[in-house]
């Protein structure tokens, strides 16, 4: 049976995901921005918290875990290549490691560029892969510490993935992501149908959260950097799809 995911909102616009195996009682926490929400959510479901996985070491995604550790005594794993900067781990990982929770097990990515140590968690079985800051909905994160070039990497291989693919990113950007997407690719009829879609999701208190990998590459323009008609949107027809990334990334800095 297919993981049970709970996305748990936090701060003022991040993302945490519980993932539960039924018939062990085992659930992981995907990055912990801050306990309280997520405590929340474990007492509301009846789950015992026994390992939290995270993305990266940024403070709005690391937060949360002393007090959950404190509170729960579940076990913390991270990036070996950046375990000097996350709270202290029992286990570090690395590409291709498997992360089991329950009967299924995921596989760590390497997807650099947001930061140099930045993983992402993918659960084939139950059709997940949870990306924080790298793929995020309708967009990526900014190059705090990596390349365009690595960014771009990182891209190609979560855009290999199977299209139903739900996508966890880790803050809800959708609306500015959205309007940006639009002024490149205006007349993009799944970008217009998934931004009359938000706005019903918002009037609704629906979170947009998780997407699918499908309705990623066909709205989030840094998945369609190396598309003809993206390259002339741009200005850059016959540029390499990795300059046509990082001219876009670039002009969504400055949006």
């Known amino acids: 049976m297919a993981l049970e995911l709970v996305t748990v909102p936090c701060r003022k616009d991040n993302f945490a995901f519980l993932l539960h195996d039924a018939a062990s009682g085992e659930t992981a926490l995907i990055d912990a921005p801050e306990a309280g929400p997520i405590l929340a959510a474990l007492r509301a479901k009846g789950w015992r918290l026994t390992r939290i996985l995270l993305t990266h070491h940024h403070d709005d995604h690391i937060e949360g875990v002393p007090a959950l550790r404190a509170a729960t005594g579940c076990t913390v794993e991270g990036a070996a290549a950046d375990a000097h900067r996350l709270p202290p781990l029992d286990r570090a990982l690395r590409e291709g490691d498997a992360v089991t929770v329950g009967a299924e097990d995921g596989v760590v990515i390497d997807v650099p560029g947001h930061t140099r140590g930045h993983i992402a968690f993918h659960f084939p079985a139950s059709r997940m892969v949870f990306t924080a800051d790298s793929l995020m909905a309708a967009g990526c994160g900014r190059l705090f510490e990596g390349t365009a070039p690595q960014m771009w990497a990182s891209l190609q291989k979560l855009a290999a993935l199977p299209p139903d693919t739900l996508i966890g990113s880790g803050h809800d950007y959708l609306t500015g992501n959205l309007a940006f997407a639009a002024a490149l690719e205006p007349d993009n009829p799944a970008l217009i149908l998934r931004g009359e879609c938000l706005e019903g999701m918002r009037r609704e208190g629906r979170l947009p959260m998780p997407s699918t990998l499908a309705e990623e590459l066909a709205t989030n323009p840094f998945l ?29 800095d400055r949006f």
Do not use: C, N, T
């Open 224 to 252: 369609r950097a190396s598309l003809p008609a993206m390259k002339v949107a741009v200005g850059m027809p016959d540029a390499p799809d990795d300059r046509v990334f990082a001219e876009i990334r670039a002009r969504k």
